[in-house]
């Protein structure tokens, strides 16, 4: 077939039904560079008609450097016969009519039109919207690859086999070893002994077609130093369309640092709890005294009438007997007395436990039992029967309940000497009742002076006092231990007079 201008406006020429019918550009020119076809195509896609460019240099099509070294390099190949484009598709970058640039993808071929009349054919393709959607592409896979390697989590993908495939900078530095090192590892021999069979049960999951997706559990890891690492580690599995698993992703969130700060804030609020303490004693000193009195000067009665028994000529051994259990009795009371408030002293970490509420709310009552009496208040305790067990530090919580108790008492009696007092009402109630389903309410009520705004502004601060002698520590570290404890303080003045201190606890076994 002739590419010649005759063939090319031959309507029955099969050359002018592609040049008709093709989507792409067509170009053809001469081995002097010069335009002999210029499709419809091309014309739509340059924005030249056809009599604006036949037998013009097709350099016309062509912005710079090509624009000026076209011909140079047509006359190289005219020359020695290297073909550096014909023949070979590549993406350049072309000229509208109006100066505009884009891309194409350009392929020529060459065709002999006669023996020394060649011809060079050009398709030409628009690929902007290509190069368009290569470039949101690229530049998604750079943000990726940027958050990838920027997050400060230690991410990786795994094989279906468990072993890594490309971990993240934020792994490596986790684990204290390099890429290349961890390519091919398997995850599980990074896991800590502990938790490997865990961690080997939820990958195996992970690996079934109808498993779990995902999986997290905190574990320990060894880095390549030896020591252990405690990280969150969190698993996902890719799937196929069919739901068959391809890939794993791990992530691990390293918890060193932020457990560290944990211990340190822990070992702040216990020694904080333990200041607090040894201040509530020495606030209580004079009631405690009166109440381990009691029973010593009981058993020193106890003991006088025992050796008047004995240096009688007939001894009454049951009397005698009965005497010295009684003493027995009044000794180990005494000593009650004295292993609880060794407990409350003592500097220990703190230790959750099932704590009975009853006995929480009795032990705090009898501790501060001689005060009361000695200000003529009364203590009356209400326990809701049947009420469950709560999680606790029982030494902590009875820490809170002597505080709120004995500011109770302090209330009271400031209200009674200054005549404030409700209907003389002397009675501090200690509530313990159910509240919701997971956790246990306790309230102490007064019937004092109640708080002022300016007080229950500034309640919770640290060192804030309304006491001439208080140091303005219990309820700020009272509330720390709860919330502590994942409960909750709060107060609110009563409509009769006086306050009252709520918190809660979790019911036994919930935290």
Do not use: W
């Amino acid at each position: 077939m002739s590419l010649s201008e005759n063939s090319r406006n031959d309507a029955s020429s099969p050359f002018h039904a592609i040049l008709q019918a093709a989507v792409e550009a067509i170009v053809v020119s001469d081995k002097a560079g010069r335009i002999r076809v210029f499709s419809p195509g091309a014309e739509r896609l340059f924005g030249y008609s056809e009599e604006e460019v036949m037998g013009r240099n097709v350099h016309l099509l062509m912005p710079e450097p090509h624009h000026s070294a076209h011909d140079g390099y047509l006359r190289n190949y005219l020359t020695t016969g290297e073909k550096k484009i014909i023949g070979i598709g590549r993406e350049v970058i072309a000229r509208k009519k109006d100066g505009s640039i884009f891309p194409i993808e350009l392929s020529i071929g060459e065709i002999e039109n006669s023996p020394d009349e060649n011809r060079f054919v050009a398709i030409i393709r628009d690929i902007t919207n290509r190069r368009h959607l290569e470039d949101v592409i690229h530049q998604k896979s750079e943000e990726l690859r940027m958050t990838f390697e920027g997050t400060p989590l230690g991410i990786a993908t795994l094989d279906m086999n468990g072993r890594l495939l490309s971990p993240n900078g934020a792994f490596c530095r986790i684990v204290h070893m390099k890429e290349k090192d961890l390519a091919g590892q398997a995850i599980l021999d990074l896991v800590h002994e502990d938790d490997r069979p865990q961690c080997e049960s939820h990958l195996t999951m992970l690996q079934s077609s109808r498993g779990s997706d995902s999986f997290s559990a905190p574990i320990q890891i060894r880095n390549s130093r030896g020591e252990t690492v405690h990280v969150i580690l969190h698993c996902g599995v890719v799937r196929d369309s069919s739901g068959l698993p391809l890939q794993i992703v791990i992530q691990l969130e390293d918890r060193t640092e932020v457990e560290a700060a944990e211990d340190e804030a822990r070992d702040m609020r216990e020694r904080l709890a333990h200041v607090g303490r040894m201040n509530l004693m020495s606030e209580m000193a004079s009631g405690i005294a009166h109440e381990i009195n009691q029973p010593l000067a009981s058993i020193a009665t106890y003991a006088s009438a025992c050796l008047r028994f004995i240096e009688q000529d007939e001894i009454d051994r049951d009397l005698l007997k009965e005497t010295l259990i009684d003493a027995e009795k009044e000794a180990r009371r005494a000593g009650g007395i004295v292993h609880r408030l060794r407990d409350l002293v003592r500097k220990r970490p703190s230790r959750l436990e099932t704590a009975p509420v009853n006995q929480l709310v009795h032990e705090a009552i009898v501790l501060c039992r001689s005060d009361a009496n000695q200000m003529d208040v009364a203590i009356v305790g209400d326990v809701e029967p049947g009420i469950p067990d709560v999680t606790a530090d029982t030494i902590q919580i009875q820490q809170v309940l002597l505080n709120l108790i004995r500011n109770a008492i302090d209330a009271t009696k400031a209200a009674a000497d200054s005549d404030t007092a409700n209907n003389g009402d002397r009675t501090i109630r200690v509530k313990a009742t159910r509240s919701g389903q997971n956790a246990v309410l306790f309230a102490v009520t007064d019937r004092g002076a109640g708080i002022t705004e300016e007080e229950e502004r500034r309640l919770f601060e640290l060192f804030f006092t309304t006491k001439s002698k208080g140091m303005g520590m219990g309820l700020s570290i009272s509330r720390t231990i709860v919330e502590s404890h994942g409960g909750i303080m709060s107060y609110e003045r009563n409509k009769n007079g006086g306050a009252t201190f709520r918190f809660t606890l979790p019911i036994g076994g919930r935290t």
